[in-house]
């Protein structure tokens, strides 16, 4: 069983940067990890994942942050990030991490099985 905990989400003026951290407790090394947002009314999406298994290294970003978020794994193998940069008032939402055990899925939010709480991004 994976427990997640993400951290790092604050107010900031359009333009910045932030990064998001997500704490993963009970992950193992061939988990897909990824990254959602929902702002209010709308439905959850996408923004990025990562599949770091056996050296894979897959990626996938959401068109409309390529170029403007890294996802990253840190050097414990237990906390994933989220870098921000260039941000844009229609970032705002909030942002939830993601673990799917050993395979790779992708921006698809139903096929991850554990989720973190969130954490709240507000861009101004």
């Known amino acids: 069983h994976v427990q997640l905990v993400e951290s790092g989400g604050g107010s900031v003026q359009a333009g910045g940067s932030l990064r998001l951290s997500c704490r993963a407790s009970g992950s193992r090394s061939d988990d897909c990890m990824g990254w959602f947002r929902q702002a209010p009314g709308k439905q959850r999406e996408g923004v990025a994942a990562?599949?770091?298994?056996?050296?894979?290294?897959?990626?996938y970003y959401r068109q409309s942050v390529k170029g403007r978020f890294i996802i990253s794994q840190g050097t414990d193998k237990q906390t994933v990030y989220l870098d921000m940069n260039i941000l844009k008032p229609e970032d705002t939402a909030m942002y939830y991490c993601a673990a799917e055990e050993g395979r790779w899925v992708g921006g698809d939010a139903r096929q991850y099985s554990f989720w973190g709480q969130g954490t709240q991004v507000t861009v101004s």
């Open positions: 990562l599949y770091a298994g056996n050296g894979d290294g897959r990626t």
